[in-house]
Structures are given as structure tokens and as C-alpha cells.
Nanobody
């Protein structure tokens, strides 16, 4: 069973930055399509950013230019660098790994943007 463990969430003021990490178990991390999602209270889970096994990235319009997704295959870890944070970025952030029809989720990490 693939395990994903997110970390790096917390409370930050508007305009601040946070870096989320997601460590993935197993030996085939380099093959996974990786994504970050988020879910705010009372809202549906939404896709934030993705990175392919070939390092191609894609972003939701709401975070484009502010967030950066990256992966380190040597560390089995995917990152989400979040800059210029806004109150509307407040949500639980989830890491997702996909390969050959399988989809695996982490437990989520809370990000709160507030003054």
C-alpha cells in the first residue's frame, strides 16, 4: 500500500509563504503523476497543481504565478511552494499520487491564512 504523508501546513499572515511537503513510500515514486488538491470548509475539493513524471507542471488559475509545484525523486517527495498567500487560500491541502489507474491520498495538512 502506498503511503503519503504531508507536512508544512500552519498559520501564516496574508502575503506570507509556506512550503508543503509530501513524502511517498515505495520505490517507484519517479513514475507517479503527482498533484496537490485543497478543500476549504463547505466547498468541494479542488485541484491546485500537478507535476508529471517528466516534470511538466500545471496550475489552477487561482494560484498561477504564486504557487510552485516540484518533485525530488531522490527523496520521494513532492513540494508545493506557496507565496503571496491570501485568506482564500485557507484550506486543508491534500497530496495525491496516480499510476496505472491507482490513486492514493495523504491525510491532509491545514493551511490557514489570517492576520
Amino acid at each position: 500500500q502506498v503511503q503519503l504523508v504531508e507536512s508544512g501546513g500552519g498559520l501564516v499572515q496574508p502575503g506570507g509563504s509556506l512550503r508543503l511537503s509530501c513524502a511517498v513510500s515505495g520505490s517507484i515514486f519517479r513514475l507517479y503523476f503527482m498533484a496537490w488538491y485543497r478543500q476549504a470548509p463547505g466547498k468541494r475539493r479542488e485541484l491546485v497543481a500537478t507535476v508529471t513524471s517528466g516534470d511538466s507542471t500545471n496550475y489552477a488559475d487561482s494560484v498561477k504565478g504564486r504557487f510552485i509545484i516540484s518533485r525530488d525523486n531522490a527523496k520521494n517527495t513532492v513540494y508545493l511552494q506557496m507565496n503571496s498567500l491570501k485568506p482564500e487560500d485557507t484550506a486543508v491541502y491534500y497530496c495525491n499520487a496516480r499510476l496505472d489507474g491507482g490513486s492514493y491520498w495523504g491525510q491532509g495538512t491545514q493551511v490557514t491564512v489570517s492576520s
